[in-house]
Every structure is written in structure tokens, then in C-alpha cells.
């Protein structure tokens, strides 16, 4: 089984620009999750899908950030204008959305973004 | 919201000792709690989880231990190897919301 593909693994940008991170999960988990990672501290959720429709935005600083699932699968977090304190990893996860597996995350590699 | 946190920071065993990581929630309504190991530059990685219904859980040389009255639980792994050195995060969740709060990790450091 294919794992979840993450998009680009690196990203050095100023800070005021923008930059987008793909990620496409396990094939047929309905729910992708978006968490944000930095250094020496545990990943948080930023934003959680169920199919195309958002279940849990409230940790998203939506001034800046946004994400979607327009079609159920694939996913697109962005962060407009990125600040310095972005700079983190940027970790998809899926999981079923049913069943014993259902609490279980499947990560990415995550995408790790430097802010400049 | 939940607040999960971990203790030590740091460990280091020596290969074949026992390293146990303990881990403290403050949401009584939480009900699943897992572990994730990180390794360098990968994703976190389920290695263990337990539901509230159960003290203890093996699985070869991890086991995971709740205690539901001190709101805490704890990673235990046996007969260390220098593979397991990783970041390990716990983390919990309430039923029926697979929202995971989690720790701040914990460095264990296997050495041979």
C-alpha cells in the first residue's frame, strides 16, 4: 500500500511571500488531517477534512493560512503571506473513517519550510 | 482543549536496558492513547495505542500502561536496540473525535 505523498520536502522563502504544500493520502481514507510541526515540539493540528468538507479549522490562522479538498482525495495547505514563525514542518496524515483504524494516523515525510 | 504532557525530555539506556517514557493528560474525557515514533527526517509513526477500557497493552518488546485515576500512561520498551533511538510523542483523543493532542516528544537515545 502506497503511503501518504507529501510535496515539496523542502521550501526556503522571504518572509511576505507565499508558498503552497501538496499532499495526497492513502488511497480510500476519507479523513486528511494537516499538522504543524516545530522544531522540538509535537505536531499540531491545523486543519482536519472528512471527504471534501472541513470537520476542525479552529488551531488555523486563517488571516494566513487556508486549505482545501475540492474533490475528496488530494489536498492543498497554503500560507499567505508566510511570517518567521511558520518556519516548521507541515505534516499530512489520513486515516479511515470508520472501523478500528479510524484513530490511526498515517503520516507523511512532511514538508519542512524555512522562512527567511 | 487537552494538554498532554511528557516526561523525560531526554533518556538515554544502554542497549538491552528497559526505557520507559511517562506521559500526563489533563482531559478526563479523553479515551485513546497512542505512541508515535519519529525518526530523522520521517513522519511520526503509530507504534502502540490503548483505549480507556484496558490497563495494558503488549505488543513484543513495547507495552503501553493507562492509569485513569492519575490521568497518566506510559511507553515501555524492553530489551532496547539502537534502532529504537527516535523521538517518541504521545498524544490523546476523546471518543468519537480523532482530534490527537499531542506531547511535546521525548529523545531517547539507545546507546550500543
Known amino acids: 500500500e502506497a503511503g501518504v505523498a507529501q510535496s515539496p520536502r523542502y521550501k526556503i522563502i522571504e518572509k511576505r511571500q507565499s508558498v503552497a504544500f501538496w499532499c495526497n493520502p492513502i488511497?480510500?481514507?476519507?479523513?486528511l488531517y494537516w499538522y504543524q510541526q516545530i522544531l522540538g515540539q509535537g505536531p499540531k493540528l491545523l486543519i482536519q477534512f472528512q471527504n471534501n468538507g472541513v470537520v476542525d479549522d479552529s488551531q488555523l490562522p486563517k488571516d494566513r493560512f487556508s486549505a482545501e479538498r475540492l474533490k475528496g482525495v488530494d489536498s492543498t495547505l497554503k500560507i499567505q503571506p508566510a511570517k518567521l514563525e511558520d518556519s516548521a514542518v507541515y505534516l499530512c496524515?489520513?486515516?479511515?473513517?470508520?472501523?478500528?483504524?479510524?484513530?490511526?494516523?498515517?503520516f507523511g515525510a512532511g514538508s519542512r519550510l524555512t522562512v527567511l | 482543549g487537552e494538554n498532554v504532557e511528557q516526561h523525560p525530555s531526554t533518556l538515554s539506556v544502554q542497549e538491552g536496558d528497559s526505557a520507559v517514557i511517562k506521559c500526563t493528560y489533563s482531559d478526563s474525557a479523553s479515551n485513546y492513547f497512542p505512541w508515535y515514533k519519529q525518526e530523522l527526517g520521517k513522519g511520526p509513526q503509530l507504534i502502540i495505542d490503548i483505549r480507556s477500557n484496558v490497563g495494558e497493552k503488549k505488543d513484543q518488546r513495547i507495552a503501553v500502561t493507562l492509569n485513569k485515576t492519575a490521568k497518566h500512561f506510559s511507553l515501555h520498551i524492553t530489551e532496547t536496540q539502537p534502532e529504537d533511538s527516535a523521538v517518541y510523542f504521545c498524544?490523546?483523543?476523546?471518543?468519537?473525535?480523532?482530534?490527537?493532542?499531542f506531547g511535546k516528544g521525548n529523545q531517547v537515545v539507545v546507546i550500543p
Open positions: 498524544a490523546a483523543s476523546r471518543k468519537g473525535n480523532n482530534r490527537l493532542a
Open positions: 488511497s480510500g481514507h476519507a479523513t
Open positions: 496524515a489520513s486515516s479511515p473513517l470508520r472501523g478500528a483504524g479510524a484513530n490511526v494516523l498515517t
